[in-house]
């Protein structure tokens, strides 16, 4: 912000997976350029203290939990949120989780609860919150994908099918309500350091026998910045996305990865 008015002021957002990592971080950045947020996730404890902790810095807060995989469970939360925001300008789809197998292993049920998670909850939340948006005339509609929507790599099958139906899902859904004033976009970040992240070093230590300083080297590669990601980088492309200045951005997938897809 650059003095004045705080660029989201008086805008409402809710954002799913926003009790730890990227979606906690977006709910302070939105806070912090001034919007009303609702942070779902299903651990209430951890909803309950990112909505906690932005009420002491005097911004509105609420956290409601729920499975985004869940129809009935969706469709309550969308309720919530009106009971509790009033009409909602923004919706970040940005629960998710992350699942290596080779593919000789890779379960039905791990396939099935991959998309379920990153590809059919963004459907349903999009569904429930975009209809309002359109009828108003304004919007925001914002997926954390991943790089892995937008390209392959080994052991990640289900992972890359899943953020890949989310990147052509905000095509789609983009091109459907490009007419209404309300914008649909992805952001696609490479390795971020969150939860995320260390679990997927903790299971490459546990699956290759490398020491973890050795893990790290390898998800390092991915970037020619030799670095992770910040949660608060991610967060702030997000916050551009859901603001007036990118009126004109949608159906676009941003890629923050340091370079690593340009090579
Ligand atoms: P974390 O594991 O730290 O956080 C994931 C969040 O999603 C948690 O709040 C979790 O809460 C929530 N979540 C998971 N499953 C569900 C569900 N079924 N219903 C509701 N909420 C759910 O991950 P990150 O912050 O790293 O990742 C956030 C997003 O960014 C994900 O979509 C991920 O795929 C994407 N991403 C991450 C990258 C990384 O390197 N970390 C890189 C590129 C993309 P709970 O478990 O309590 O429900």
Known sequence: MSGGR??????????????????RAVAEA???????????????????????????????????????????????????????LGAVDILVNNAGAAFAQPLHRLSLQEWTDTLAVNATGPFLC???FLPGMVQRGRGRVVAVASVAGLTGAPYVAAYAAAKHAAVGFVRAVAAEVAASGVTVNAVCPGYVDTDMTSASIERIVARTGRTEEEARAAILEHSPQGR???????????????????RGITGEALVLDGGGLRR
């Open 126 to 128: 999009t569904r429930a």
């Open 228 to 246: 992770l990601l910040g949660a608060d980088e991610v967060a702030a492309a997000v916050a551009f996305l859901c603001s007036e200045d990118a």
């Open 6 to 23: 705080p660029r989201l002021a008086g805008t409402t957002a809710v954002i799913t997976g926003g009790g730890r990592g990227i979606g």
């Open 30 to 84: 939105l806070v912090e350029r001034g919007a009303a947020v609702l942070v779902a996730a299903r651990s209430a404890d951890e909803i309950e203290a990112t909505a906690a902790a932005l009420r002491e810095r005097g911004a509105e807060a609420h956290a409601v939990p729920c499975d985004v995989t869940d129809e009935a469970a969706v469709a309550r939360l969308a309720a919530a949120a009106e009971e509790r």
